[in-house]
């Protein structure tokens, strides 16, 4: 089944001429849903005209089916597919504003072994209609509308899926939710994080469109890379830098790279020597994360106290570096633990 909610106003405007209608017509489609809205709820348009869409296409992509709330006040919403699929996405609020963490992906193929996202592998991609009826039915719930009366304000690709693994569906929502017809989300309040699917970094690069580039390494070479990682055996740290080197030359946007801890493993004196060799010569920043446990896996978090001395070592080296507070972990809401409950 088809969803309304990949189109832009173009494509809208097309299907409207197809079915034999008006093209102001698609801006009336675009503005329900931009409004969160299922098709039947659609208003200012006719009976016949939602007959024609529901006859294609479904009534609306996902609903949220659970909301947990962390005891920090992090919310996690799990959503129902039309398929009957759960995937999982993050609400973080600050003062500036609420940060929402979506899903690329049912699942996820990478393997990483510290990550509960690819447990149960990948069922499919998540379409860009998708991806962006994560942001919308959010946005609603919240009581936001579009442009500046938005709720949401910052957006990450960092729940389950790998975002450069599923890139023309990824590129096409950051064209939808960035657009002055949709939520008008700015680009560069969006964050994009990959394992590092080196040619496809170059591609985003191509793209120019501004995002923040955030890079999982989590080990500052091949070997140790290798033990955790299984994209590791394609692609070399040395290549990624590369990448990311590229990114900002295209971009003029400073690389971020993540580095979870984890205790015993890649937390030494020599990895993060390692480490601030490999990011120095271009605008980085490392975000140490201790690990976020998750119970399938017998990987251990660093202490607090480990995690500063890791730091501490990297700011030796004239690193930007900042440890990430942690959030909803008590909900299984934290970087790493988000899974799909129901995978058909």
């Given at each position: 089944?088809?969803?309304?909610?990949?189109?832009?106003?173009?494509?809208?405007?097309?299907?409207?001429?197809?079915?034999?209608?008006?093209?102001?017509?698609?801006?009336?489609?675009?503005?329900?849903?931009?409004?969160?809205?299922?098709?039947?709820?659609?208003?200012?348009?006719?009976?016949?005209?939602?007959?024609?869409?529901?006859?294609?296409?479904?009534?609306?992509?996902?609903?949220?089916?659970?909301?947990?709330?962390?005891?920090?006040?992090?919310?996690?919403?799990?959503?129902?597919?039309?398929?009957?699929?759960?995937?999982?996405?993050?609400?973080?609020?600050?003062?500036?504003?609420?940060?929402?963490?979506?899903?690329?992906?049912?699942?996820?193929?990478?393997?990483?072994?510290?990550?509960?996202?690819?447990?149960?592998?990948?069922?499919?991609?998540?379409?860009?209609?998708?991806?962006?009826?994560?942001?919308?039915?959010?946005?609603?719930?919240?009581?936001?509308?579009?442009?500046?009366?938005?709720?949401?304000?910052?957006?990450?690709?960092?729940?389950?899926?790998?975002?450069?693994?599923?890139?023309?569906?990824?590129?096409?929502?950051?064209?939808?939710?960035?657009?002055?017809?949709?939520?008008?989300?700015?680009?560069?309040?969006?964050?994009?994080?990959?394992?590092?699917?080196?040619?496809?970094?170059?591609?985003?690069?191509?793209?120019?469109?501004?995002?923040?580039?955030?890079?999982?390494?989590?080990?500052?070479?091949?070997?140790?890379?290798?033990?955790?990682?299984?994209?590791?055996?394609?692609?070399?740290?040395?290549?990624?830098?590369?990448?990311?080197k590229n990114y900002f030359n295209k971009t003029g946007r400073r690389v971020v790279f993540e580095y979870a801890l984890i205790d015993g493993v890649n937390n030494t004196v020599e990895c993060a020597?390692?480490?601030?060799?490999?990011?120095?010569?271009?605008?980085?920043?490392?975000?140490?994360?201790?690990?976020?446990?998750?119970?399938?896996?017998?990987?251990?978090t660093v202490t607090h106290k480990k995690a500063e001395q890791f730091a501490d070592l990297l700011k030796k080296h004239k690193v930007s570096v900042t440890i990430r507070r942690t959030i909803a972990?008590?909900?299984?809401?934290?970087?790493?633990?988000?899974?799909?409950?129901?995978?058909?």
């Amino acid at each position: 089944m088809k969803i309304i909610q990949d189109f832009s106003l173009q494509e809208l405007q097309d299907l409207m001429l197809s079915f034999g209608e008006q093209k102001f017509r698609a801006k009336q489609i675009l503005d329900n849903i931009n409004l969160g809205k299922k098709i039947t709820d659609f208003s200012n348009i006719s009976k016949s005209l939602k007959e024609k869409l529901l006859a294609e296409y479904e009534d609306i992509p996902l609903k949220i089916h659970t909301i947990q709330e962390s005891k920090d006040g992090t919310k996690k919403f799990a959503y129902e597919l039309w398929d009957g699929n759960i995937i999982e996405g993050v609400l973080m609020s600050y003062k500036y504003g609420n940060t929402l963490c979506v899903s690329t992906q049912v699942g996820c193929r990478m393997g990483c072994k510290f990550c509960a996202s690819t447990l149960n592998g990948l069922a499919r991609n998540l379409s860009a209609g998708e991806i962006l009826s994560q942001v919308l039915v959010v946005n609603n719930y919240l009581g936001g509308k579009v442009g500046k009366n938005r709720e949401i304000t910052n957006i990450v690709l960092m729940g389950s899926g790998e975002p450069l693994d599923n890139y023309d569906n990824v590129i096409k929502f950051l064209h939808l939710v960035s657009s002055p017809d949709g939520l008008n989300v700015s680009p560069r309040n969006i964050s994009l994080s990959t394992c590092g699917i080196v040619p496809n970094i170059y591609r985003l690069a191509d793209e120019k469109l501004q995002v923040i580039l955030t890079i999982s390494l989590h080990a500052p070479n091949d070997e140790l890379r290798k033990t955790i990682m299984p994209i590791a055996n394609k692609y070399s740290v040395n290549q990624i830098v590369d990448a990311a080197k590229n990114y900002f030359n295209k971009t003029g946007r400073r690389v971020v790279f993540e580095y979870a801890l984890i205790d015993g493993v890649n937390n030494t004196v020599e990895c993060a020597n390692e480490l601030a060799s490999l990011v120095k010569g271009f605008p980085t920043h490392v975000n140490l994360i201790p690990l976020n446990e998750v119970k399938e896996r017998d990987l251990k978090t660093v202490t607090h106290k480990k995690a500063e001395q890791f730091a501490d070592l990297l700011k030796k080296h004239k690193v930007s570096v900042t440890i990430r507070r942690t959030i909803a972990d008590d909900i299984d809401g934290a970087c790493g633990q988000l899974r799909n409950k129901i995978i058909k």
